[in-house]
């Protein structure tokens, strides 16, 4: 799988990135079709927070995007990660009915 992480008004740490490569660690299981996943984050302009956007690419050309809003940007990304998994199960086992 192809992780690709940017940010939007924000330009993401090195901590940042080794979170997230961390939380995405449970992914392992989609590592034969998920090709690729972009991760966007945004800073807000107005008031705090940040906004998360993942997008994923599957073997079979299927794109679902994942979304989250939230003030704590750790936080944020631990949820977004539960979500992709959550949307990656989803999808394999649609594809498996099939």
């Not at 990135?17 to 939380?23: G, L, P, R, S, T």
Request: hydrophobic letters at 40%; a negative charge; aromatic letters at 10%.
């Amino acid at each position: 799988m192809n992780l690709t992480v940017r940010g939007i008004n924000y330009v993401p740490s090195q901590e940042t990135k080794d979170f997230i490569d961390k939380k995405l660690q449970k992914l392992s299981f989609a590592d034969d079709y998920l090709h690729d996943l972009d991760i966007a984050i945004k800073r807000e302009s107005k008031g705090i927070g940040f906004h998360i956007d993942a997008i994923l690419h599957f073997r079979w050309k299927t794109e679902k995007i994942v979304s989250y809003d939230c003030y704590e940007l750790y936080e944020g990304i631990e949820l977004i990660a539960d979500k992709i998994q959550a949307v990656a199960k989803k999808e394999k086992e649609k594809v498996m009915d099939k």
